[in-house]
T-cell receptor
Framework: DAKTTQPNSMESNEEEPVHLPCNHS???????IHWYRQLPSQGPEYVIH???SNVNNRMASLAIAEDRKSSTLILHRATLRDAAVYYC????????????FGTGTSLTVIP | GAGVSQSPSNKVTEKGKDVELRCDPI?????LYWYRQSLGQGLEFLIY????????KSGLPSDRFSAERTGGSVSTLTIQRTQQEDSAVYLC?????????????FGPGTRLTVL
């Protein structure tokens, strides 16, 4: 699986939008882009995933660059409960069950 | 419904002892994964089970680590002759099917401390 690069940490003010970037310059055409987050002392939880088109769900939006070499997770209004480590992961469509987690981005939300 | 459960939640053991960690996946999920997370690090893939197929053991760090999955449900991760570097949180996840689009549901983890 291709590797991803994320900033180690980011800060956001409460109730403001947050854009969490991820670079995946070696992505292949069959790689899906996943985002998971891990709250303190918990296992990771699914946030969103996509292939080529931008995706929206109740938690977040995923913006995928046209060349697919980068993506951005967008939290529209950060809350204190969004403070977590956010992981950007690539997996192949058919065989990609091995999620390779990097160190992720630690998001701090400032009240 | 019930999520992925793991037991024990915490395990303290002495160097050289064997430990067993248990994972109960979500009912009906055919895929099961084990990961390890050392302090301040991301998750490290260990092993993957899919239905009745042979498991993917490519992530196991040494032959002291082994895992089995009985009846396509409960899984046990065994670490023999534990070392201090084995101290970590061991996370289990399950997903409904195989495939790169399937969501993995994680358990709360077992924190292993080797003294």
């Amino acid at each position: 699986d291709a590797k991803t690069t994320q900033p180690n940490s980011m800060e956001s003010n409460e109730e403001e939008p947050v854009h969490l970037p991820c670079n995946h310059s070696t992505i292949s055409g069959t790689d899906y882009i996943h985002w998971y987050r891990q709250l303190p002392s918990q296992g990771p939880e699914y946030v969103i995933h996509g292939l080529t088109s931008n995706v929206n769900n109740r938690m977040a939006s995923l913006a995928i660059a046209e060349d697919r070499k980068s993506s951005t997770l967008i939290l529209h209004r950060a809350t204190l409960r969004d403070a977590a480590v956010y992981y950007c992961i690539l997996s192949e469509i058919d065989t990609g069950n091995q999620f390779y987690f990097g160190t992720g981005t630690s998001l701090t939300v400032i009240p | 419904g019930a999520g992925v459960s793991q037991s024990p939640s915490n395990k303290v053991t002495e160097k050289g002892k064997d430990v067993e960690l248990r994972c109960d996946p979500i009912s009906g999920h055919t895929a099961l994964y084990w990961y390890r997370q050392s302090l301040g690090q991301g998750l490290e893939f260990l092993i993957y089970f899919q239905g009745n197929s042979a498991p993917d053991k490519s992530g196991l760090p040494s032959d002291r680590f082994s895992a089995e999955r009985t009846g396509g449900s409960v899984s046990t991760l065994t670490i023999q002759r534990t070392q201090q570097e084995d101290s970590a949180v061991y996370l289990c996840a399950s997903s409904r099917h195989r495939g790169g689009t399937d969501t993995q549901y994680f358990g709360p983890g077992t924190r292993l401390t080797v003294l």
